[in-house]
Protein backbone atom coordinates (compact mmCIF):
# COMPACT_ATOMS: atom_id res chain seq x y z
CA UNK A 1 0.00 0.00 0.00
CA UNK A 2 1.56 3.47 -1.03
CA UNK A 3 0.78 6.65 1.25
CA UNK A 4 2.49 9.60 1.06
CA UNK A 5 5.12 7.99 -1.36
CA UNK A 6 6.25 5.37 0.91
CA UNK A 7 5.21 1.75 1.00
CA UNK A 8 2.98 1.02 3.96
CA UNK A 9 3.30 -2.37 5.11
CA UNK A 10 -0.14 -3.28 6.95
CA UNK A 11 0.57 -7.02 7.77
CA UNK A 12 4.07 -6.38 9.28
CA UNK A 13 4.49 -9.34 11.61
CA UNK A 14 1.70 -11.26 10.80
CA UNK A 15 0.75 -14.55 9.68
CA UNK A 16 -2.00 -15.52 7.05
CA UNK A 17 -3.01 -19.06 5.52
CA UNK A 18 -4.11 -19.00 2.44
CA UNK A 19 -6.18 -22.00 0.84
CA UNK A 20 -6.21 -23.23 -2.84
CA UNK A 21 -2.98 -20.86 -3.19
CA UNK A 22 -1.89 -22.43 -6.30
CA UNK A 23 -3.18 -19.96 -8.80
CA UNK A 24 -5.88 -17.51 -9.61
CA UNK A 25 -7.43 -15.88 -6.95
CA UNK A 26 -5.44 -18.06 -4.39
CA UNK A 27 -1.93 -16.75 -5.82
CA UNK A 28 -3.26 -13.28 -5.75
CA UNK A 29 -4.08 -13.26 -2.12
CA UNK A 30 -1.36 -14.85 -1.62
CA UNK A 31 1.42 -12.55 -3.16
CA UNK A 32 -0.56 -9.49 -2.28
CA UNK A 33 -0.65 -10.31 1.62
CA UNK A 34 3.20 -11.35 1.83
CA UNK A 35 3.51 -7.68 0.09
CA UNK A 36 1.89 -6.15 2.67
CA UNK A 37 4.37 -7.90 5.15
CA UNK A 38 2.39 -11.25 6.04
CA UNK A 39 4.45 -14.41 6.00
CA UNK A 40 2.40 -16.69 4.39
CA UNK A 41 1.05 -20.47 5.08
CA UNK A 42 -0.65 -22.49 1.64
CA UNK A 43 -1.80 -25.56 0.58
CA UNK A 44 -3.95 -25.96 -2.84
CA UNK A 45 -4.95 -30.00 -3.69
CA UNK A 46 -3.24 -29.46 -6.89
CA UNK A 47 -5.52 -32.44 -9.16
CA UNK A 48 -8.42 -32.88 -10.78
CA UNK A 49 -12.22 -33.69 -9.70
CA UNK A 50 -14.58 -35.79 -11.28
CA UNK A 51 -17.30 -32.64 -11.03
CA UNK A 52 -15.07 -29.78 -12.84
CA UNK A 53 -14.01 -29.61 -16.77
CA UNK A 54 -11.37 -27.09 -16.27
CA UNK A 55 -8.11 -28.04 -15.85
CA UNK A 56 -7.18 -28.21 -12.09
CA UNK A 57 -3.97 -26.62 -10.35
CA UNK A 58 -0.84 -28.16 -10.54
CA UNK A 59 1.93 -28.89 -7.83
CA UNK A 60 4.04 -26.91 -10.10
CA UNK A 61 1.46 -23.97 -9.93
CA UNK A 62 1.78 -24.16 -6.53
CA UNK A 63 5.45 -23.92 -6.35
CA UNK A 64 5.63 -20.87 -8.50
CA UNK A 65 3.47 -18.86 -6.14
CA UNK A 66 5.83 -20.17 -3.24
CA UNK A 67 8.50 -18.32 -5.25
CA UNK A 68 6.77 -15.31 -6.04
CA UNK A 69 5.72 -15.49 -2.40
CA UNK A 70 9.39 -15.39 -1.31
CA UNK A 71 10.31 -13.00 -3.96
CA UNK A 72 8.10 -10.26 -2.11
CA UNK A 73 10.82 -11.14 1.42
CA UNK A 74 8.46 -12.94 3.18
CA UNK A 75 8.93 -17.11 4.03
CA UNK A 76 6.31 -19.23 3.28
CA UNK A 77 5.81 -22.86 4.35
CA UNK A 78 3.37 -24.61 1.53
CA UNK A 79 1.54 -28.02 0.85
CA UNK A 80 -0.30 -29.82 -1.79
CA UNK A 81 -3.03 -31.34 -0.14
CA UNK A 82 -6.52 -32.01 -0.12
CA UNK A 83 -8.70 -29.62 2.24
CA UNK A 84 -11.42 -32.13 2.92
CA UNK A 85 -8.24 -33.97 4.33
CA UNK A 86 -8.22 -33.02 8.09
CA UNK A 87 -5.59 -34.72 9.99
CA UNK A 88 -3.33 -33.36 6.93
CA UNK A 89 -4.69 -29.42 7.65
CA UNK A 90 -4.15 -29.81 10.81
CA UNK A 91 -0.68 -30.73 10.82
CA UNK A 92 0.19 -28.42 8.05
CA UNK A 93 -1.01 -25.15 10.39
CA UNK A 94 0.82 -27.19 13.31
CA UNK A 95 3.69 -26.81 11.01
CA UNK A 96 3.06 -23.32 10.19
CA UNK A 97 2.46 -22.14 13.58
CA UNK A 98 5.51 -23.59 14.47
CA UNK A 99 7.96 -22.18 11.89
CA UNK A 100 6.56 -18.84 11.56
CA UNK A 101 5.07 -18.31 15.52
CA UNK A 102 1.36 -17.71 15.08
CA UNK A 103 -1.37 -17.14 12.84
CA UNK A 104 -3.81 -13.94 12.17
CA UNK A 105 -5.04 -13.79 9.03
CA UNK A 106 -6.84 -17.17 7.33
CA UNK A 107 -7.80 -16.86 3.60
CA UNK A 108 -10.33 -19.89 2.43
CA UNK A 109 -10.38 -19.30 -1.16
CA UNK A 110 -10.44 -23.17 -2.49
CA UNK A 111 -13.74 -24.09 -5.06
CA UNK A 112 -14.51 -25.86 -7.32
CA UNK A 113 -17.83 -25.36 -10.17
CA UNK A 114 -19.91 -27.64 -11.70
CA UNK A 115 -22.74 -26.99 -14.26
CA UNK A 116 -25.75 -28.39 -15.34
CA UNK A 117 -29.45 -28.69 -14.75
CA UNK A 118 -30.24 -29.03 -11.15
CA UNK A 119 -32.25 -31.89 -11.73
CA UNK A 120 -29.36 -33.93 -14.01
CA UNK A 121 -26.70 -33.36 -11.69
CA UNK A 122 -25.42 -36.63 -10.47
CA UNK A 123 -25.26 -37.58 -6.91
CA UNK A 124 -21.74 -37.88 -7.20
CA UNK A 125 -21.02 -34.33 -8.17
CA UNK A 126 -23.28 -33.26 -6.12
CA UNK A 127 -21.55 -34.90 -2.88
CA UNK A 128 -17.82 -33.87 -4.12
CA UNK A 129 -19.05 -29.66 -5.06
CA UNK A 130 -20.63 -29.35 -1.30
CA UNK A 131 -17.41 -31.52 0.39
CA UNK A 132 -14.80 -29.20 -1.35
CA UNK A 133 -16.88 -26.15 -1.09
CA UNK A 134 -18.42 -26.02 2.03
CA UNK A 135 -17.74 -29.30 4.17
CA UNK A 136 -13.60 -28.81 3.88
CA UNK A 137 -14.25 -24.79 4.87
CA UNK A 138 -15.13 -26.09 8.36
CA UNK A 139 -12.61 -28.48 8.50
CA UNK A 140 -10.34 -25.39 7.85
CA UNK A 141 -11.92 -23.32 10.22
CA UNK A 142 -11.83 -26.51 12.79
CA UNK A 143 -8.09 -26.41 12.45
CA UNK A 144 -7.34 -23.06 12.31
CA UNK A 145 -9.78 -21.66 15.09
CA UNK A 146 -8.99 -23.24 18.36
CA UNK A 147 -4.98 -21.74 17.75
CA UNK A 148 -6.46 -18.23 16.67
CA UNK A 149 -8.51 -18.67 19.93
CA UNK A 150 -5.55 -19.48 22.39
CA UNK A 151 -3.52 -17.19 21.05
CA UNK A 152 -5.28 -14.49 21.96
CA UNK A 153 -4.89 -11.51 19.95
CA UNK A 154 -7.68 -11.15 17.36
CA UNK A 155 -7.70 -11.70 13.83
CA UNK A 156 -9.34 -12.18 10.61
CA UNK A 157 -10.83 -14.60 8.53
CA UNK A 158 -11.71 -14.28 5.19
CA UNK A 159 -14.20 -16.37 3.21
CA UNK A 160 -14.67 -16.63 -0.39
CA UNK A 161 -17.90 -17.24 -1.10
CA UNK A 162 -19.31 -15.64 -4.65
CA UNK A 163 -22.14 -13.84 -6.19
CA UNK A 164 -23.76 -16.84 -7.03
CA UNK A 165 -23.93 -17.03 -2.78
CA UNK A 166 -26.50 -14.03 -2.52
CA UNK A 167 -28.62 -15.37 -5.63
CA UNK A 168 -29.84 -17.65 -7.79
CA UNK A 169 -27.65 -18.21 -10.56
CA UNK A 170 -28.80 -20.79 -12.92
CA UNK A 171 -26.97 -24.06 -14.25
CA UNK A 172 -24.94 -23.95 -10.95
CA UNK A 173 -26.91 -25.66 -8.15
CA UNK A 174 -24.41 -27.38 -6.26
CA UNK A 175 -22.26 -24.46 -6.35
CA UNK A 176 -24.79 -21.84 -5.49
CA UNK A 177 -26.15 -24.11 -2.60
CA UNK A 178 -22.50 -24.08 -1.26
CA UNK A 179 -21.66 -20.04 -1.26
CA UNK A 180 -24.81 -19.64 0.41
CA UNK A 181 -24.00 -22.04 2.63
CA UNK A 182 -20.17 -20.12 3.34
CA UNK A 183 -22.51 -16.44 3.45
CA UNK A 184 -24.59 -18.44 6.61
CA UNK A 185 -21.78 -19.66 8.01
CA UNK A 186 -19.69 -16.25 8.23
CA UNK A 187 -22.66 -14.85 9.92
CA UNK A 188 -22.82 -17.55 12.69
CA UNK A 189 -18.56 -17.53 12.97
CA UNK A 190 -18.84 -13.89 13.37
CA UNK A 191 -21.25 -14.14 16.00
CA UNK A 192 -19.14 -16.88 17.55
CA UNK A 193 -16.20 -15.56 17.36
CA UNK A 194 -16.75 -11.66 18.58
CA UNK A 195 -15.85 -12.33 22.10
CA UNK A 196 -12.23 -12.96 20.39
CA UNK A 197 -11.70 -10.12 18.51
CA UNK A 198 -11.45 -12.33 15.50
CA UNK A 199 -13.46 -10.88 12.53
CA UNK A 200 -15.15 -12.73 9.88
CA UNK A 201 -16.07 -12.17 7.04
CA UNK A 202 -16.82 -12.73 3.18
CA UNK A 203 -15.64 -11.76 -0.58
CA UNK A 204 -18.39 -12.03 -3.25
CA UNK A 205 -16.20 -12.04 -6.59
CA UNK A 206 -18.02 -11.60 -9.83
CA UNK A 207 -16.42 -12.90 -12.99
CA UNK A 208 -12.91 -13.36 -12.41
CA UNK A 209 -10.12 -14.35 -14.87
CA UNK A 210 -9.20 -17.52 -13.63
CA UNK A 211 -9.11 -20.76 -15.07
CA UNK A 212 -12.66 -22.27 -13.43
CA UNK A 213 -14.18 -19.29 -16.09
CA UNK A 214 -12.10 -20.88 -18.69
CA UNK A 215 -9.24 -18.24 -18.82
CA UNK A 216 -5.31 -19.41 -19.16
CA UNK A 217 -2.10 -17.32 -17.87
CA UNK A 218 -2.19 -15.09 -20.95
CA UNK A 219 -5.88 -14.00 -20.01
CA UNK A 220 -7.05 -15.31 -23.42
CA UNK A 221 -11.19 -16.93 -22.99
CA UNK A 222 -12.09 -20.51 -23.03
CA UNK A 223 -15.51 -21.73 -22.27
CA UNK A 224 -15.49 -23.64 -19.51
CA UNK A 225 -19.26 -23.21 -19.19
CA UNK A 226 -21.03 -25.81 -21.44
CA UNK A 227 -24.53 -23.68 -20.96
CA UNK A 228 -23.09 -20.61 -22.49
CA UNK A 229 -24.86 -21.72 -25.14
CA UNK A 230 -28.48 -21.55 -23.51
CA UNK A 231 -28.06 -18.02 -22.73
CA UNK A 232 -27.70 -17.34 -26.58
CA UNK A 233 -31.62 -18.46 -27.08
CA UNK A 234 -33.92 -15.71 -27.55
CA UNK A 235 -36.62 -17.40 -24.83
CA UNK A 236 -33.57 -17.85 -22.26
CA UNK A 237 -31.74 -14.85 -22.91
CA UNK A 238 -34.49 -12.64 -22.22
CA UNK A 239 -35.20 -14.32 -18.58
CA UNK A 240 -31.93 -15.50 -17.50
CA UNK A 241 -29.45 -12.60 -19.52
CA UNK A 242 -29.91 -9.67 -16.89
CA UNK A 243 -28.93 -12.14 -13.64
CA UNK A 244 -25.30 -11.99 -15.58
CA UNK A 245 -25.59 -8.40 -16.57
CA UNK A 246 -23.07 -6.05 -14.62
CA UNK A 247 -23.43 -2.27 -13.73
CA UNK A 248 -20.46 -1.21 -14.49
CA UNK A 249 -19.14 -1.45 -18.53
CA UNK A 250 -16.04 -4.08 -17.97
CA UNK A 251 -17.18 -7.56 -18.16
CA UNK A 252 -14.53 -9.58 -16.18
CA UNK A 253 -12.85 -9.00 -12.81
CA UNK A 254 -9.20 -9.62 -12.39
CA UNK A 255 -7.67 -11.78 -9.45
CA UNK A 256 -5.85 -8.90 -8.03
CA UNK A 257 -8.82 -6.94 -7.62
CA UNK A 258 -10.25 -9.52 -5.33
CA UNK A 259 -6.83 -9.41 -3.15
CA UNK A 260 -7.31 -5.80 -2.71
CA UNK A 261 -10.29 -6.16 -0.84
CA UNK A 262 -9.14 -9.40 0.74
CA UNK A 263 -5.86 -7.14 2.28
CA UNK A 264 -7.89 -4.40 3.63
CA UNK A 265 -9.97 -7.07 5.47
CA UNK A 266 -6.97 -8.67 6.54
CA UNK A 267 -5.63 -5.49 8.03
CA UNK A 268 -6.54 -3.18 11.03
CA UNK A 269 -8.25 -0.70 8.34
CA UNK A 270 -11.48 -2.62 8.66
CA UNK A 271 -10.81 -3.94 12.59
CA UNK A 272 -14.68 -2.79 12.94
CA UNK A 273 -15.85 -4.71 10.16
CA UNK A 274 -16.90 -8.43 10.70
CA UNK A 275 -20.59 -10.98 9.78
CA UNK A 276 -21.01 -8.98 6.59
CA UNK A 277 -20.15 -9.97 2.73
CA UNK A 278 -18.57 -7.50 0.49
CA UNK A 279 -19.32 -7.85 -3.29
CA UNK A 280 -16.65 -7.15 -5.98
CA UNK A 281 -18.42 -7.76 -8.93
CA UNK A 282 -18.28 -5.03 -11.39
CA UNK A 283 -21.93 -4.04 -9.55
CA UNK A 284 -23.70 -7.34 -10.87
CA UNK A 285 -25.37 -7.83 -7.65
CA UNK A 286 -26.73 -3.88 -7.62
CA UNK A 287 -29.04 -5.35 -10.83
Given at each position: MLMGGLIM?????????????????GRAHAIRLASEGADIIAFD??????????????????????????????RVIWRQLDARDFPAVKDLVE?????????????????ICHYGYTWEVTEENWDEVISVNLTSVWKVLKAVVPFMREQGEGG????????????????????????????GLTKTLANELGQNRIRVNTVLPGGVMTPMAGFDWNGEKGESNPFAGELNKPEIAATLGPIFMNALP???????????????????????????????DLGSTAR
Open positions: ERLSGKVALVTGAARGQSCSAFKSTNYDPSTLADLEETAKLVEAQGREGTRELGRLDVVVLNHGSIIITSSVAGVRGNPFLAPYVCSKHALVDKWIEPDDVANTVAFLASDESKFITGTEIPV
